[in-house]
């Protein structure tokens, strides 16, 4: 049929589910890493004002240092994302990145602020892109509008390497701990929320059809390929610039099984595997999504004990086994942080698991110290750094 490509043909069955999410795991080597951080940003002389995309563009240099690409979320929180690379190349590169930006938006009287959950504005978009049009549709408020505006979080994106299973595995069985270690958003609306990370309690409101974590039985790709079927579908992409929000309840299965209005394309699965929002999500990498936003100088350490718990199989060997009875913890990681006993003797194995694995990754012993630090301060009195969070801390 003339115009026909596969992207356009319609998917005969949930095979073909099943072949896309096979390729999402294929293995491909390698231990790169590249980080996507987001930052709220505030005028200096007044933090309850939103300050405006452009008037952030205008401050920042045409080109950052590292090579980071610039990109701002719907509430205009800022965006850096690092090109991928061994840990200490990316760790440079980006450090010269938040630090250039950090400098330029400061001499216009701006602060870089490295916090998970806005903690004093309120939701507000001011991007009215299409596609974000449907998704405020879809998630509704207040949490849709939250998450959407007023979340920041530190996005880790790992290769598969030679055994992608055991890396989702780890991804998962960490999260409750790695959260709790660095929830940092304990504030709204100018006072606390209940919460040390309040960025988690968000996504935890919101559809649990794309947000919970994917559940596993040892076959990462058929395990994955159930979770784009069973989620819900947000919305359908008709024209480049023309979304449909789907408000009936139905999910991926639903629209392959009855075909109409028409059958999903490999594009539609392809767009709607952008739509799903797990904890830890395949893209032929993983990408680590439950970490709060840190401070400007203090997101290295969050970066350097994930990838040395999830990459290296000596320290992971150890994390396993130490958080391996509280792997399900999410909830009260989230509302506790350090503070829970079990998850705080779990991070006390666990960054010393780190520490003796980093230098073995090529960490220098500026990035040790520095993760020891943070260890001291916060992981063995078990106080997150939210527990020491304040609005005149951020600035």
Same mark, same amino acid.
């Given at each position: 049929?003339?115009?026909?490509?596969?992207?356009?043909?319609?998917?005969?069955?949930?095979?073909?589910?099943?072949?896309?999410?096979?390729?999402?795991?294929?293995?491909?080597?390698?231990?790169?890493?590249?980080?996507?951080?987001?930052?709220?940003?505030?005028?200096?002389?007044?933090?309850?004002?939103?300050?405006?995309?452009?008037?952030?563009?205008?401050?920042?240099?045409?080109?950052?240092?590292?090579?980071?690409?610039?990109?701002?979320?719907?509430?205009?929180?800022?965006?850096?994302?690092?090109?991928?690379?061994?840990?200490?190349?990316?760790?440079?590169?980006?450090?010269?990145?938040?630090?250039?930006?950090?400098?330029?938006?400061?001499?216009?009287?701006?602060?870089?602020?490295?916090?998970?959950?806005?903690?004093?504005?309120?939701?507000?978009?001011?991007?009215?892109?299409?596609?974000?049009?449907?998704?405020?549709?879809?998630?509704?408020?207040?949490?849709?509008?939250?998450?959407?505006?007023?979340?920041?979080?530190?996005?880790?994106?790992?290769?598969?390497?030679?055994?992608?299973?055991?890396?989702?595995?780890?991804?998962?069985?960490?999260?409750?701990?790695?959260?709790?270690?660095?929830?940092?958003?304990?504030?709204?609306?100018?006072?606390?929320?209940?919460?040390?990370?309040?960025?988690?309690?968000?996504?935890?409101?919101?559809?649990?059809?794309?947000?919970?974590?994917? +559940? *596993?039985? =040892?076959?990462? !790709?058929?395990?994955?390929?159930?979770?784009? $079927?069973? %989620?819900?579908?947000? #919305?359908?992409?008709?024209?480049?610039?023309?979304?449909?929000?789907?408000?009936?309840?139905?999910?991926?299965?639903?629209?392959?099984?009855?075909?109409?209005?028409?059958?999903?394309?490999?594009?539609?699965?392809?767009?709607?595997?952008?739509?799903?929002?797990?904890?830890?999500?395949?893209?032929?990498?993983?990408?680590?999504?439950?970490?709060?936003?840190?401070?400007?100088?203090?997101?290295?350490?969050?970066?350097?004990?994930?990838?040395?718990?999830?990459?290296?199989?000596?320290?992971?060997?150890?994390?396993?086994?130490?958080?391996?009875?509280?792997?399900?913890?999410?909830?009260?990681?989230?509302?506790?942080?350090?503070?829970? +006993? *079990?998850? =705080?003797?779990? !991070?006390?194995?666990?960054?010393?698991?780190? $520490?003796? %694995?980093?230098?073995? #990754?090529?960490?220098?012993?500026?990035?040790?110290?520095?993760?020891?630090?943070?260890?001291?301060?916060?992981?063995?009195?078990?106080?997150?750094?939210?527990?020491?969070?304040?609005?005149?801390?951020?600035?």
């Amino acid at each position: 049929m003339i115009g026909v490509t596969a992207e356009s043909a319609p998917l005969r069955d949930a095979s073909e589910v099943a072949d896309f999410a096979r390729n999402s795991f294929r293995p491909a080597g390698g231990d790169r890493v590249g980080v996507e951080l987001e930052f709220l940003v505030f005028d200096r002389t007044d933090v309850t004002g939103q300050v405006p995309v452009a008037r952030v563009e205008q401050a920042l240099p045409p080109l950052l240092p590292g090579g980071s690409k610039v990109t701002f979320e719907p509430g205009g929180q800022l965006e850096l994302s690092g090109p991928a690379g061994s840990l200490p190349l990316m760790l440079t590169a980006l450090e010269a990145d938040v630090a250039a930006a950090r400098d330029a938006l400061h001499a216009e009287g701006l602060a870089l602020a490295g916090v998970g959950l806005d903690p004093v504005r309120p939701a507000r978009r001011q991007l009215t892109l299409p596609r974000y049009d449907a998704m405020a549709e879809f998630l509704g408020r207040p949490y849709g509008a939250l998450m959407m505006c007023s979340t920041a979080s530190i996005q880790v994106n790992l290769d598969l390497g030679d055994r992608p299973a055991a890396r989702w595995e780890r991804a998962h069985a960490l999260g409750p701990m790695l959260l709790a270690a660095f929830a940092n958003s304990p504030l709204s609306d100018g006072r606390p929320c209940g919460w040390m990370s309040g960025r988690q309690a968000v996504w935890d409101n919101l559809d649990p059809t794309r947000t919970s974590p994917v +559940p *596993r039985s =040892g076959d990462p !790709a058929a395990d994955w390929a159930e979770y784009l $079927l069973n %989620a819900r579908l947000m #919305l359908v992409r008709e024209a480049d610039d023309h979304y449909r929000t789907i408000r009936d309840g139905s999910t991926f299965r639903d629209w392959l099984e009855s075909g109409g209005p028409r059958l999903p394309t490999a594009e539609d699965l392809a767009y709607h595997a952008t739509t799903v929002f797990p904890p830890v999500r395949p893209r032929g990498w993983l990408e680590i999504r439950y970490l709060d936003a840190q401070h400007p100088s203090a997101w290295p350490v969050c970066v350097a004990v994930t990838y040395a718990l999830i990459t290296d199989d000596r320290a992971a060997d150890t994390a396993m086994a130490a958080v391996e009875p509280h792997r399900h913890a999410w909830a009260a990681a989230a509302r506790c942080g350090l503070a829970d +006993p *079990r998850l =705080g003797r779990a !991070a006390e194995t666990c960054f010393r698991a780190a $520490l003796d %694995a980093l230098p073995r #990754l090529g960490a220098d012993a500026a990035l040790v110290g520095a993760v020891a630090a943070f260890a001291d301060r916060h992981v063995t009195p078990g106080r997150s750094p939210a527990a020491d969070l304040t609005l005149e801390g951020l600035l």
